[in-house]
């Protein structure tokens, strides 16, 4: 029986605001593999990155297993790994190195080292598996076990011969989700997780993911590995891997980490029935789309099946800049969504994304007057991040010079020459952070003037908040001008 070693990229230590938030979740794409593997007889171990502070730390799991295959297999359902950082790009590097020193074949799996496949080559890995790479991963291996060295049979790889990078041709997507195996949830210790979750949010959240893929062509969003198709696992094999984790890990909570949720007609409303039937009580949060949660019976079924958080990707409320990036929505369709969620319950938080070109004064201004009205639960604030295989990023590439990827995911650098600097962007960070908490603290304050028997601890506490919030949005929003007028 052969054996290898799964790992990943994405090391908490090296991302600081994601180490301060705690919140944590297990490696879904790699244990994905790692349950079709030993489906398939291969013998699986798991060297699971995330709390460990040092790529060489590997030398120890390889020492201990000495595997014949050391994989790298990133989670292509993260956004945090979707985002290519540098950081996570030398771990990989290192651990490569590592892996070929001791002898085993490399093999890497990745949305950075699919749009890099030739310097993840240059750095030790044998074979980079381009796009989907499970069933790839499973060809590739079952081929060098039989002896065979005609690698460009392969599809969806690439690797060198002779000194010659050769790239095969892609394969076809997976559209069967139900044939892959449950994720293999036991290489992954649950312990970390859960005392890392309760120590920093008070419950325990595990990942799982109900599709593959976003059929939507927002502009600057790359799509690498599981690109523009859209399948979806039935509604019965997403509840029978609830039943799982709730029986095995009691957990509390899911993040339904899809690009979009729920988008196949007649889905959310199963799946809700399933739950019901089941008598499966779970709290979740997913990321959807404005267009799709102004239908009632959407969001109705979504507040009955336990959804407590939809995080969609509002983006801008200027019209003019949903347009150039081809969002497909409208901004009513934000505020409409947003008041349809509330109505029944659920949380709204938005991604808000800042800096796109053509972005003016006055478009800015419109995404804070959205905020400041619609008072979503959470708000997530990036500059706009070209990254390769985008019409953005094509648009902007010959303005990207030696630094095209952030280090962390809180850098928050603009990459590429706009209508105002970089420092102008970080400022804007801060002043929208800050006048969004001040107009939560006041919306705080007056429901308890209204309904003063309502208080309580957290509410006092929040009211009380706008002392702090509204002198630094006045601090924050001073500077922000002097950098707009320089």
Excluded at 67 to 83: A, Q, R, S
Excluded at 286 to 313: F, H, P, T
Excluded at 367 to 394: A, H, K
Aim: hydrophobic letters at 40%; glycine letters at 6%; a neutral charge.
């Amino acid at each position: 029986m052969k054996s290898i070693l799964f790992t990943h990229s994405y090391f908490l230590r090296f991302d600081p605001k994601q180490w301060q938030l705690g919140q944590p979740y297990p490696p879904l794409g790699t244990i994905y593999a790692a349950a079709l593997m030993r489906q398939h007889n291969y013998r699986v171990s798991l060297f699971d990155t995330m709390f460990e502070s040092d790529p060489e730390a590997v030398t120890i799991a390889i020492n201990n297993i000495k595997p014949d295959f050391f994989v790298i297999y990133d989670d292509g359902f993260n956004y945090l790994t979707k985002m290519c950082l540098t950081n996570m790009r030398e771990a990989a590097f290192s651990m490569s190195k590592i892996a070929k020193a001791n002898g085993c074949t490399v093999i890497v799996s990745s949305s950075d080292s699919t749009d890099r496949y030739e310097e993840y080559l240059n750095e030790g890995a044998d074979f980079v598996i381009i796009g989907e790479a499970e069933h790839t991963l499973l060809a590739l291996t079952s081929h060098i076990d039989a002896g065979l060295n005609n690698y460009d049979t392969i599809n969806g790889l690439a690797f060198r011969d002779n000194g010659k990078t050769i790239k095969t041709a892609g394969r076809p997507v997976l559209k069967d989700l139900d044939s892959l195996p449950l994720p293999a949830w036991d290489l992954v210790d649950m312990d970390a997780y859960r005392h890392t979750w309760l120590k920093h949010a008070g419950y325990f959240s595990l990942n799982m993911s109900t599709t593959r893929g976003c059929p939507f062509k927002c502009n600057w969003c790359a799509k690498p590995i599981y690109g523009n198709r859209y399948n979806s696992r039935t509604a019965g094999n997403v509840v029978a891997e609830i039943k799982l984790l709730k029986d095995q890990y009691q957990i509390d909570h899911i993040w339904f980490c899809d690009d979009i949720f729920g988008l196949k007609p007649g889905w959310v409303q199963e799946f809700a029935l399933l739950l019901q039937q089941e008598a499966i009580s779970i709290r979740f949060k997913i990321q959807s789309r404005a267009d799709l949660l102004v239908q009632e019976d959407n969001v109705k079924a979504l507040a009955a099946s336990g959804c407590e958080n939809v995080w969609i990707g509002a983006e801008s409320g200027s019209q003019k800049i949903l347009d150039a990036m081809d969002k497909g929505i409208m901004v009513e369709q934000i505020h409409d969504a947003t008041l349809l969620m509330k109505q029944y319950g659920i949380k709204p938080s938005f991604f808000i994304q800042f800096g796109y070109p053509g972005e003016l004064r006055e478009d800015i201004q419109l995404t804070i007057n959205m905020i400041n009205e619609l008072l979503p639960f959470e708000i997530g604030i990036s500059v706009s991040y070209p990254l390769p295989g985008t019409s953005f990023y094509d648009k902007v590439k010959a303005d990207l010079k030696k630094k095209t990827n952030w280090t962390d995911s809180d850098e928050m650098a603009l990459l590429f020459t706009n209508t105002f600097p970089p420092s102008y962007y970080k400022q804007l960070h801060r002043y929208v952070h800050q006048n969004y908490h001040k107009h939560l603290a006041k919306n705080s304050m007056v429901k308890l003037i209204k309904n003063p028997l309502s208080a309580n601890t957290k509410s006092l506490r929040k009211a009380i908040s706008v002392l702090y919030h509204a002198p630094a949005t006045l601090i924050a929003g001073f500077k922000l001008k002097q950098l707009e007028e320089a």
